[in-house]
């Protein structure tokens, strides 16, 4: 894909950095911020760095200075279309997907039924009841899925409070456990974890970088692995079959596509032991540090970082009345 360099003479405002907030994810959040700060600032464009955890006035003192809002933050509050819908009251452009990508997005259960009607394989759950008991639902899901299954938050990331159960005790102690907000179950399936980030240009022409693999030893890409805590080695372009490859190319496409996601995207999938990919969760926010997956599959690409943040820049120039 071929992207443009930047002229900084295009943008005289600022540039408004949004970070920070107040999610489980805000570390990471403010990893992306600050990178992205400092890059824009490298390559000649004024930024404005802005905490969303902020007090309403300096919030919007500051984007009334800004002519553009580039989105440097994840989880609740922000990668859920509550931020790109108060953008879009206040009329500043901002980049990454809309409003319906984000609210359906974040919430694993929505996301997972809208993208299996458009093919995409996705594996078999089911939100737990909050209003039965651990052990009533824990017989429930055993009843359903296959032991062991995946206990995770539905509108969560960075795999914060995800457990394996392989018995039914440990179903009914995990839901216990990790209530926080609400709870899904899903078929666990072994196997590596692999992530495809998609780039779409202005036209809407999606193009689907290189995939990653997250290689740890329980095939789990866990809280741990993620901040480099624990053992994870990572291959990009990812070490699978050339089916493999298709199959996960085409299923990140329509993934994105069905979620009307604008100008970026990252999917992350497991790759089964007999070579299947199963579509996970997508990120409509992924994160934006140097080293981080967007940025690693970018390079793979033959994109620089300076060239990946250019591209998430002009996303802020769609027309949001034409493209939801
Ligand atoms: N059903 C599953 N089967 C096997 N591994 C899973 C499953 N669900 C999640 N994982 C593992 O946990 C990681 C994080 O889960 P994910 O659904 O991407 O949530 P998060 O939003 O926390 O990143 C995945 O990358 C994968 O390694
Ligand atoms: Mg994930």
């Not at 992350?268 to 940025?295: H, K, Q, Y």
Request: proline content about 5%.
């Amino acid at each position: 894909m071929r992207i443009a360099p930047l002229d900084p003479a295009d943008i005289r405002d600022p540039i408004a950095v949004i970070t920070g907030g107040w999610s489980r994810e805000k570390d990471r959040s403010w990893l992306s911020g600050n990178t992205v700060a400092e890059a824009l600032s490298e390559m000649g464009v004024k930024t404005l760095v802005l905490d969303l955890a902020d007090n309403r006035d300096t919030l919007l003192e500051g984007l009334a200075e800004a002519s553009k809002a580039f989105l440097a933050i994840a989880g609740r509050g922000a990668e859920d279309g509550r931020l790109q819908g108060l953008l879009e009251t206040l009329d500043i452009p901002y980049t990454g997907s809309g409003v319906l990508a984000s609210a359906i997005g974040m919430n694993k259960i929505t996301a997972k039924t809208v993208v299996s009607a458009a093919g995409v394989r996705v594996p078999r759950g089911t939100r737990i009841d909050p209003t039965a008991t651990a052990e009533d639902e824990s017989l429930r899901v055993s009843r359903m899925l296959e032991l062991p299954v995946m206990v995770k938050p539905v509108s969560e990331g960075g795999s914060i409070g995800l457990q394996v159960a392989p018995t039914v005790d440990s179903l009914a102690q995990a839901l216990i456990d990790v209530a926080d907000g609400e709870l899904m179950a899903e078929a666990f399936i072994p196997g590596r974890a692999v992530s495809v980030g998609v780039l779409e240009d202005q036209l809407g022409v999606v193009h689907v970088l290189p995939a990653l693999e997250a290689r740890t030893p329980n095939g789990i890409y866990s809280y741990a692995a993620k901040r480099g805590d624990a053992e994870c080695d990572y291959h990009c372009p990812a070490r699978v079959s050339p089916d493999t490859l298709a199959d996960l190319q085409r299923q990140a496409a329509a993934a994105h596509c069905a979620l009307y996601c604008h100008s970026y995207s990252r999917h992350d999938f497991v790759v089964g032991d007999d070579g299947r990919a199963w579509w996970l969760e997508i990120n409509t926010l992924p994160g934006l540090s140097r080293a981080g997956n967007l940025a690693r599959m970018a390079l793979a690409d033959g994109i620089p970082y300076e060239l990946l943040l250019t591209h998430i820049l002009r996303g802020a120039d769609i027309d949001r009345r034409t493209r939801p």
